[in-house]
């Protein structure tokens, strides 16, 4: 079998059977693959601390025999361990959503090099512990862009009121549509825990603007980057229709507040009850 190179960033390590591991990786060339590494758990060569979440790796692998197989991984080089993500909770809880939000959007074998590029720009600004909050929101945000659900954040979307930061205006990002409605339009008391201040929408738009290298000149206060989080959040419940396993650690984390339920995150029952075009 021809062995073939692509670098890849691991997502998941399951130990299978007595002494190999399930490896799902996001990788340069192939996308998202699941792949096996015979032997890893008692290699002392070929896989030490190297099949470890969030490392950033030369692999070495054969294509699947068969539709929908498994890769074989060969060998792999450590490329970046980024320790500080594994031994710092704020940071391996943050890394660990940005890591499940990629499985869950992407599809096995669906190459998109920007999304690796993204993820691997995601990791290393977190190592430098660049507000955690921030690098989730501006993840997310660029994920949803390139998979196809760019949210619409240069107006409200019903009235067409712009965002000023001096207005006094708030917003909501509506789950179901990605477009945002302000607070003349519908006063949401209800769905306060989803409201965008008009710095946080600027804050967003401005990271649909820059680019990937660009992005760490923003400084959202930590309210932005949390509100941000959080709408995202709610959108995404609503995209995908099932919860994210890691997102309550990471809002008890930075959203300083209990969570809502996922209800009460997309429910936008209320929203079309007043007539609103969502
Ligand atoms: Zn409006």
Not at 104 to 129: G, H, I, K, V
Not at 140 to 150: K, P, T
């Amino acid at each position: 079998m021809i062995q073939r190179s692509t670098c890849a960033i691991v997502l998941r390590v399951v130990d299978y059977a007595e002494s190999d591991k399930l490896v799902t990786l996001y990788s340069r060339d192939l996308g998202r693959i699941t792949g096996i590494a015979k032997g890893a758990k008692k290699s002392k060569r070929r896989f030490v601390n190297k099949l470890e979440e969030f490392s950033l790796l030369q692999l070495l692998y054969q294509t699947p025999r068969i539709e929908n197989g498994l890769f074989f991984i060969a060998e792999a080089e450590l490329l970046n361990a980024y320790l500080a993500l594994r031994t710092d909770y704020r940071r391996y809880t943050t890394a660990a959503y940005l890591n499940e939000l990629t499985v869950r959007f992407t599809r096995e074998a669906d190459p998109d090099s920007r999304l690796f590029t993204l993820l691997q720009w995601a990791l290393a600004s977190l190592e430098r512990n660049d507000n955690p909050a921030k690098i989730i929101a501006l993840f997310h945000l660029r994920l949803l862009a390139a998979v196809g659900y760019r949210p619409e954040l240069s107006a409200c979307g019903s009235c067409r009121l712009a965002i000023t930061t001096g207005s006094g205006h708030h917003f909501r990002l509506v789950p179901g549509s990605g477009a945002l409605i302000c607070t003349s339009c519908h006063p949401w008391r209800e769905l306060e825990s989803t409201r965008l201040s008009p710095r946080t929408v600027a804050f967003l738009s401005n990271a649909q603007s820059f680019a990937l290298h660009q992005l760490n000149r923003l400084q959202p206060s930590r309210q932005a980057a949390a509100e941000a989080m959080v709408a995202l959040h709610a959108y995404t419940l609503h995209l995908l229709q099932q919860d994210i396993q890691s997102w309550p650690a990471v809002y008890a984390l930075y959203a300083n507040k209990s969570c809502p339920t996922a209800q009460a995150l997309t429910d936008t029952s209320s929203l079309q009850s007043c007539g609103s075009p969502f």
